[in-house]
C-alpha cells in the first residue's frame, strides 16, 4: 500500500512546490500603469522594458515547470496498473497547455519589452 502511495505523493509535492505558477494575476497592477501613463524619459521606458523582460523570465521558468510536471505525470502513469492513463487523468495535458500558453505570454512580454526599447530611443 505505501509503495503505491509514493508515487502520488511525490506527484504532490511537486506540485504544492510550483502551486504559485498558476497563482499569479494577469491584471496589471496600479503602479506599472501609472509608470506607463508617465513614461516619457530614456529610462522610464527602460524601467517598463526591464519590468516586461523579467515577466518573461518569469513565464518561461513557469513554462519548464509545467513541462516538468508533464515528465512526472507521465512516469506516474507508465507505472500505474496496466500501463493506462487512469491515475494521471488529463493532468499531463493540462500541464501542457498551461507551458504553452505560459511561452506565448513570454513572447508577449518580449514583444512589449521591445516596444519600450523603440520607445526609448525616441524618448527626451
Do not use: W
Not at 43 to 54: F, G, L, M, S, T
Not at 81 to 88: C, D, I, V
Amino acid at each position: 500500500m505505501i509503495k503505491k502511495l509514493l508515487p502520488t505523493t511525490a506527484v504532490l509535492l511537486v506540485a504544492l512546490a510550483l502551486g504559485g505558477c498558476a497563482a499569479g494575476s494577469n491584471s496589471p497592477s496600479s503602479q506599472l500603469v501609472q509608470q506607463i501613463e508617465s513614461a516619457q524619459t530614456v529610462a522610464d521606458h527602460e524601467a517598463i522594458a526591464k519590468y516586461y523582460e523579467a515577466e518573461a523570465a518569469k513565464s518561461r521558468a513557469q513554462s519548464a515547470d509545467h513541462l516538468k510536471l508533464v515528465k512526472i505525470y507521465q512516469a506516474v502513469s507508465g507505472r500505474a496498473q496496466h500501463g493506462g492513463n487512469a491515475a494521471t487523468g488529463n493532468a499531463p495535458a493540462y500541464h501542457k497547455t498551461l507551458s504553452t500558453q505560459d511561452d506565448a505570454n513570454a513572447a508577449s512580454f518580449d514583444a512589449l519589452a521591445a516596444e519600450h526599447r523603440a520607445m526609448a530611443k525616441t524618448a527626451k
